[in-house]
């Protein structure tokens, strides 16, 4: 029995300079209490087709054509009155940002009481009962008191749950989810699936989530539909759409990330070239064609194509039956031989002293980075990677301890105070493609500014000529070298990015989390850039990332921290098999893979991290491990226990028993 | 030649595939500037300002007697007539004269006096938030205390101590400017020094002055074009209440405010007297507030 069905929706947005539109003919069928994911990347649609489902379209959306079917309402020309019996309490959204969908201004219960009050027409004391009763179904800690709390007080894990507690309040049959663990930590991400999940056999709500992310949908969706240009292009269950993905599209979505388990030297990622098109520039017939590698003239661009393909898994293309899935690409990676320690962390300590006590940002950092690997640092916001990142490219000094490169000592020395090699030696990619280029400034410029202060040319010609070699480095065209950063798209950004790191012969590049924000389409190119001339020019590469399907992939070395402390550090294939730490345990468990029959066991973190002005004295993890010993975890520092292969574990648990666990993966995917 | 990616598996089919979906970069969108065409008032603020550009450049050669020259015949009838096209003054002074040769005085001191208000306040703005801690401190309270004082008093205070001269209305327009600008900057700056483009300029070793001048600066001409137009109608108004107040240009230099007060005992009398400059200082600054408006109704559009 359908809840909702939508067909052949189409949405336009009417601007000044005409109409563009965004759906083209949209349309899905919603069971009762079905989950369903929808993936693609941005600009596919997928918040327009939310919006419109809503009919909070704004001014320039007009739906043209289609309906929306629900509970036996066409939403699609409801008036305005049967709009609001539906809005939140029929249907309830829970959006991608937990901070901006809760009003600063009033308390947690003012805002959840609305609902009951509005839709049930209950008295406020009524209303605020059953708020909290609900922010106890959420796992609140303390409901009671925190319908008294503002938003500010809660963290960012908490305010999700309190956006979903008020989507609930009115009971609805479909759950809207956008992108709702964006921005979350990961352990905080499984943890708000699951009680997802928890709610949805609760109150049989249907569930429609979109996400970029594929592992999310993996974990979360019964059926997947796949979006591009604002079409569904495929549709069917997600264990097939994850094991036989028919569309060249999902194909290429499936290439362009790590595979579970896979690393560099076992499988290369395939990025799909091109962007998705504009609104409007829809290419005629297949919106995909002119990224499409199966592309055939005369048949993929003569018309719209319908939905074809089989009962239970239908597909938008024309050559689907005779299209193979191309083999997965061999690596090119070529392991390079071990050599000597180029980067040495000793006991390396950043306090901050603030007004409210002294913040251990890094509390004892050991490790080593060896020439030429990928060395990667993984661990939750505040477990102090960015602040080592900020020590070793010499944007701040370290408290006490050493930090030495190439035998130098550079942990008490900023960037000035180093010398002209040492610091073209260090350098850094961002995160955030926005930021990362001077959007005054054409790109040509900011490579020569590189060039000539890393590079230590002053020639005009001979920086002229570096530049068009560095943008050749980038796979970027000369002219690229006129274009001003708002010009160009987040993954070129990020490659002018590296392009300008690498103007120097930087011998550590140092990648903070430098695709999480790119399109996954667009993050295979760019890791396959970094790994290409990393691998290339003999770099290190300090990856700090909490994507552990990155991390796996591309790391040689893993170092895992938990508030300013390593708690395991080793070869890669060590940290992703027993014996772990309890802490990569749980972030292994809690990693959603693109792989919707991987069952990880469910290891989830009680609580929140805690404050790092006061941390646990003993194990920094105490607090929140599940295989916590006793008072001595929390009393005693953990002793430090090594296996033969050079693997680190900070952990009261002896060994043995920390082998003695069940892989978090299955042992086939981490053996290649 | 490396190839460029490790799809040599499926490359025969993807280089198709990559060949149709080269590397797109988008157009550049023409500057603020280039656009500003398209805006019927910046064109509108534009064409009034260019107007008495012009009329304060062609001053000399235009058939016009002296600013400061009498006609003792014409002050019996100091209306509009053949000989005097907008009449005299109370003096017998052409009235048209002295606007044109008026305009030449408005149109020099205040662009030069809000273009060094703009260098002190742009400098204050940077160090406060490039260096942030007392430096911010000092400079954002010495502001406030000045922003604290209404402007006109200021401006009184300040002409009424040191005397009236151009060079002096310069300084009074810098102080009482300055810190409004070094606030605009400020607030920008703060945000723009977290930017990872800032620390990659760090990364470079890049001195002080070269990231506050060449990487932050520019960021904030958005913001500040639309306030120096503003600025430049502030400041003309200003010019002419200095001059109606007698702190203006000392006479018998042609003051578009100080013809204002000169007229006002005849107002009753002679309204027209009062009427042309007035009108050519409310047109002036009509222009730069309307150029304003539209600069920034074509920022808001991008």
């Known amino acids: ?172 049959a479909l759950l809207l989810l956008d992108e709702p663990t964006t921005g979350l930590d990961v352990t905080v991400e499984a943890a708000v699936i699951d009680l ?43 264990v097939e759409i994850f094991a036989a993905p028919r569309h060249p599209y999902t194909r290429g979505l499936l290439a362009a990330i790590p595979r579970p388990g896979a690393s560099k030297e076992t499988a290369a990622l395939l990025p799909i070239p091109g962007t998705v098109p504009s609104l409007a520039h829809r290419p005629p017939g ?62 390396l300590c950043k306090i901050y002293r603030l007004p409210a006590g002294a913040l251990k940002a890094n509390d004892g950092l050991d490790f080593a980075a060896l020439k030429g690997e990928v060395l990667a640092i993984v661990g939750e916001s505040g477990s102090g990677k960015s602040t080592f990142a900020r020590i070793l490219t010499g944007l701040e000094t370290a408290t006490s301890g050493s930090l030495r490169f190439a035998g130098a000592e550079i942990a008490n020395r900023t960037v000035h105070r180093r010398s002209a090699g040492e610091v073209a030696a260090i350098q850094m ?51 690229a070298r006129h274009s001003r950063p708002r010009q160009l798209s987040g993954g070129q950004k990020q490659r002018i990015a590296i392009a300008r790191a690498f103007a120097g012969q930087p011998e550590i590049l140092v990648a903070d989390e430098p695709v999480s924000a790119l399109d996954v389409s667009v993050q295979a190119a760019v890791v396959n850039l970094l790994l290409a001339i990393q691998a290339e020019r003999g770099s290190t590469m300090v990856l700090i990332s909490h994507d552990l399907g990155l991390v796996r992939y591309l790391a040689d070395h893993v170092v895992v921290m938990y508030l300013g402390r390593v708690m395991e550090a080793g070869p890669s294939a060590a940290i992703f098999a027993p014996p772990y730490h309890p802490y990569t345990e749980a ?34 993890f105490a607090s929140r491990c599940p295989r916590k010993l006793g008072t001595v975890c929390e009393l005693t520092p953990p002793p430090l226990r090594e296996t033969a292969d050079g693997h680190l574990i900070f952990c009261h648990i002896p060994l043995e028993r920390l082998r003695a666990v069940t892989p978090v993966f299955a042992p086939e995917m981490v053996e290649p | 030649m490396k ?193 990872d483009f800032v620390a990659a300029a760090h990364l470079r070793r890049e001195s002080a002055l070269h990231i506050m001048l060449i990487e932050i600066l520019p960021n904030c001409r958005g913001p500040l074009i639309t306030d120096f137009c503003l600025r430049l109608g502030y400041t003309t108004i200003m010019i002419g209440t200095l001059g109606f107040l007698g702190l203006g240009i000392p006479p018998p230099a042609p003051d578009w405010g100080g013809m204002v007060q000169e007229a006002t005992p005849m107002l009753i009398v002679f309204p027209l007297m009062a009427l042309f400059p007035a009108l050519a200082l409310i047109s002036l600054v009509l222009g730069f507030n309307l150029l304003a408006d539209g600069l920034n109704e074509l920022a808001q559009k991008d």
């Not at chain 2, 204050?124 to 309270?141: E, F, K």
Request: proline fraction near 8%.
């Open chain 1, 1 to 172: 029995m359908a809840l909702l069905e939508i067909e052949d929706l189409r949405v336009e947005y009417r601007t000044l300079r005409g109409a563009v539109t965004a759906l083209p003919g949209f349309s899905l069928t919603i069971g009762e209490g079905e989950s369903v994911g929808l993936v693609g990347e941005s600009g596919c649609g997928k918040t327009t087709l939310l919006m419109a489902m809503l009919r909070h379209l704004g001014p320039a959306g007009v739906i043209t054509g289609g309906a929306i079917r629900f509970e036996g309402r066409d939403l699609a020309h409801a008036s305005e009155a049967d709009l609001a019996k539906v809005r939140g309490s029929r249907i309830a959204i829970v959006y991608q940002e937990p901070a901006s969908a809760l009003n600063p201004t009033m308390t947690i219960g003012a805002q959840l009481a609305e609902v009951p009050m509005q839709h049930q027409r209950l008295p406020r004391a009524a209303a605020l009962a059953r708020a909290a009763e609900v922010l106890a179904d959420v796992h609140m800690p303390d409901p009671r008191a925190a319908l008294s709390r503002y938003p500010h007080q809660l963290s960012g894990g908490q305010k999700q749950r309190v956006v979903i507690a008020m989507a609930l309040l009115a009971n609805p």
């Open chain 1, 196 to 238: 997802i999940g928890e709610l949805r056999a609760k109150y049989r709500t249907a569930l429609l989530y979109i996400s970029h992310n594929l592992g999310l949908i993996a974990r979360v969706a019964d059926r997947v539909g796949v979006m591009y240009a604002g079409e569904l292009v495929e549709e069917a269950t997600a």
């Open chain 1, 286 to 347: 297949c919106g995909f064609a002119p990224r499409c590698a199966h592309f055939s003239p005369g048949l993929c661009d003569a018309g719209p194509v319908a939905m074809a393909g089989t009962e239970g898994h239908r597909v938008r293309c024309l050559r689907w039956a005779e299209v193979t899935a191309a083999p997965a690409p061999p690596s090119f990676h070529r392991a390079a031989p071990p050599t000597a320690a180029l980067l040495e962390s000793r006991d």
């Open chain 1, 429 to 479: 990619v961002f995160q955030n493609p926005d930021g990362t280029l001077n959007p005054s400034h054409a790109v040509g410029w900011a490579l020569g500014r590189a060039v000539r202060k890393l590079g230590g040319l002053r020639d005009r010609a001979k920086i002229a000529a570096r530049v068009e070699e560095l943008l050749a480095l980038v796979r970027l065209p000369a002219s």
């Open chain 1, 587 to 620: 972030l292994l468990s809690a990693a959603p893979l693109p792989d919707p029959t991987h069952k990880p066991r469910r290891i989830r973190l009680e609580g929140e991290i805690p404050s790092p002005l006061n941390p646990p004295a003993g194990c920094r």
């Open chain 2, 3 to 195: 190839p460029p990616f490790p799809a040599r598996s499926a490359a025969d089919a993807a280089a198709g595939a990559v060949a149709r979906a080269a590397e797109q970069i988008d157009r550049p969108s023409p500057s603020l500037l280039a656009r500003l065409p398209s805006s019927r008032i910046a064109m509108a603020g534009l064409c009034l300002i260019l107007f008495w550009v012009l009329v304060a450049l062609l001053a000399p050669v235009l058939p016009l007697p002296s600013p400061t020259a009498q006609d003792y015949l014409a002050m019996g009838h100091p209306g509009p007539s053949a000989a005097h096209l907008l009449g005299v003054d109370t003096l017998g002074r052409d009235t048209l004269a002295r606007i044109v040769w008026g305009a030449r005085i408005v149109l020099l001191v205040a662009p030069v006096s809000v273009v060094a208000a703009y260098a002190v306040g742009c400098a204050m703005g940077l160090l406060a938030g490039y260096c942030g801690g007392w430096v911010d401190l000092l400079i954002s309270r010495l502001a406030d205390i000045i922003l604290a004082f209404p402007v006109v008093v200021l401006y009184v205070i300040l002409i009424a101590s040191v005397g009236a001269s151009a060079l002096n209305i310069v300084v009074a327009v810098i102080l009482s400017s300055a810190p409004a600008i070094s606030r605009i900057v400020r607030g920008i700056t703060l945000g723009i020094v977290r930017k």
